[in-house]
């Protein structure tokens, strides 16, 4: 037996962990009208920057489509605070096509006038697509079996990602 055991001693190991940058309460998400919202619930944040919403027509791939900031005073608070993002499904498509056709159009081009005509036709060519896609319904964002999938990305001052619980969207 040693020395400390012997004495009524015994040895402590202490786990000391750094505190979680934020505790969500609820996550729920509805569609309504092509509109998605989400409404979300903080226990308590520590050295947040700002939330990321995102989709996922699988639960497994996820697409950034929106940001929220932080309510917390210098990204901490000890007190519950409620967050609510509201996107259109129909933009999420839409501009997305669009800005992919402008970046392509703009893409290695120089300012000479036929470059210029072509880099134009190609945004006009982007953005039409854009219109496009919001005359189509949101089947582009949600997935075959119509489910639709919401997850928080809670992103601390130094860029690190936390994660909500993935939640699936209610019809209504």
Wanted: proline share 2%; hydrophobic share 40%.
């Amino acid at each position: 037996m040693s020395d400390n055991l012997a004495n009524g001693v015994s040895n402590v190991c202490l786990l000391v962990t750094a505190p979680l940058p934020v505790n969500f309460s609820v996550v729920e998400a509805t569609i309504l009208n092509h509109s998605l919202s989400v409404n979300w619930a903080t226990f308590s944040e520590t050295d947040n920057s700002h939330f990321e919403i995102e989709i996922s027509a699988d639960g497994k791939q996820f697409t950034k489509i929106g940001e929220v900031k932080t309510r917390a005073v210098n990204g901490n608070s000890d007190e519950p605070l409620t967050y609510t993002f509201t996107g259109d499904l129909h933009s999420v498509a839409a501009w997305s096509g669009a800005i992919a056709f402008m970046l392509l159009g703009g893409a290695g081009l120089g300012f000479n006038r036929r470059k210029k005509y072509v880099f134009t036709l190609l945004t006009v060519a982007g953005i039409a697509a854009g219109i496009v896609a919001c005359s189509k319904n949101d089947k582009e964002v949600i997935g075959n079996d119509g489910k639709l999938f919401v997850r928080i990305a809670q992103v601390d001052k130094d860029g690190t990602k936390k994660y909500s619980k993935v939640v699936l969207v209610n019809r209504k």
